[in-house]
């Protein structure tokens, strides 16, 4: 089992800017991929990017030039810069972890809301 705790969301007006942070417990999180994920409201949740080396880098169309997504394998804890948000930016966003040889992880934990707004 994975346990995942999202932090960093919160109210920001177009154009600003959110660091969420995901610490992410158990173990062999050093040679996974992680990811992030958003759902809003009334849609599907959806990949919008990852980083690992089974399944290398990847942005969403959407986010990408906006999003960076980086890691601290020494704290377990996997990071979104998001830049020049949008008022489509508002979800709640969730991490999510890919061991090797297997799928994203049927674990989630509570999220964390982004509200793009004026």
């Known amino acids: 089992q994975v346990q995942f705790v999202e932090s960093g969301g919160g109210l920001v007006q177009p154009g600003g800017s959110l660091r969420l942070s995901c610490v992410v417990s158990?173990?062999?999180?050093?040679?996974?991929?992680v990811g992030w994920y958003r759902q809003a409201p009334g849609k599907e949740r959806e990949l919008i990017a990852h980083?690992?080396?089974?399944?290398?880098?990847f942005y969403k169309d959407t986010v990408k030039a906006r999003f960076i997504i980086d890691r601290d394998n020494a704290k377990n804890t996997v990071y979104l810069q998001m830049d020049h948000l949008e008022p489509e930016d508002t979800a709640v966003y969730y991490c999510n972890l890919a061991r090797p040889g297997t799928g994203w992880s049927r674990d989630w934990g509570q999220g964390t809301q982004v509200t793009v707004s004026s």
């Open positions: 158990g173990s062999a999180f050093s040679i996974s991929t």
């Open positions: 980083l690992g080396s089974d399944y290398g880098i």
